[in-house]
């Protein structure tokens, strides 16, 4: 039986401020691109029994005995491809994001705090948390950044909250956005993504609309994750005024052997060129930040594998990263979640953490 160790807390101080944080909580990726960096973050990362549902001990063995002594070098050499000077381009937009939503909230003088953290990797949920709770921030919204709600990405962001909080004696309150795949702003935001791409370039042939794949037998055990994509697909498409046959959905990053969710992105890519489908646009909005999954298996590979096929035209429609209208979705996905929550001006928040500071200073003495 599991008993838990908690963490000293501190100081208790009457009239606390009751402080409110946004932890937008993304994915992760390795520190750097190297197999060293990759081996520890695929360790955490296929190691977490939400993402890989084979019994422990068995996936355990084939994970150490196997994966992490081939994958790593391979993997490091796809995130070399795509690393900038500022470092991995998921923690570069993952950082951007939660910058820009925070201007929001202080050129609206509300005095909220927006931090992010990766479900694996660094800056990790915990550390975080840990951070947050020793500023004194009490009431805390977990923001993931996955719009289609999944049991192997959503739900392992829950448990990395759930576990933190197994060690803490005082828990802030908690509110989790399990998922957002239909809200107006998010729709909005991918339509005006791809409208601006089109007044750019023109409008391709097909709109392929490219989700990251999970095993098929998630969606027979209820996981509604399979669901979910294809309602914001068509949301979009009617957003966009497309005909049911002017876009497809699909499904990549298909990892071992079993079925995954299908139509998969690549083969798909491969048979509309062969059939005569000349340009093709593809969009990932599954993804709020490009990533290794958008940005080498899809803007690399899968347009390889289309233009090879006969294709004439590929474009990759970038995600929705920092984009104007998707801070703006951010913010009113964030404020929709905190009804009833009192939101303090810039000011009197301010006060009352320097107030909560000298209190604290003056127990310590004591």
Partial sequence: M???TFKPE????HGQAQLTAVLLCNLGTPDEPTASAVRRYLAEFLGDHRVVEIPRLVWMAILHGIILRVRPAKSAAKYASIWTADGSPLKIWTTKQA???QEVFNSNGEAITVRYAMRYGNPSITSQLDALKAEGFTRILILPAYPQYSGTTT??????VYQWGLRSRVLPEFRFINHYHDHPAYIQALAERVRSHWAAHGQAERLVMSFHGVPERTLHLGDPYHCECYKTARLLGEALGLTKAQYM???QSRFGKAKWLEPYTEPTLIALAQKG????DLICPGFTSDCLETLEEISDEAQEAYLHAGGEVFHYIPCLNDSPAWVTGLYELSKSHMG??????SQNS??????RQEALALGAKN
């Fill in 2 to 4: 599991f008993t838990p």
């Fill in 10 to 13: 501190p100081p208790f101080t």
């Fill in 99 to 101: 910058q820009a939503l």
């Fill in 155 to 160: 739900a392992s962001v829950f448990d990395a």
């Fill in 249 to 251: 959905v699909t499904f």
């Fill in 277 to 280: 489908v000349k340009r093709v």
């Fill in 340 to 345: 009833g929550w009192p939101i303090l001006s």
């Fill in 350 to 355: 301010t006060e009352l953490q320097t107030s």
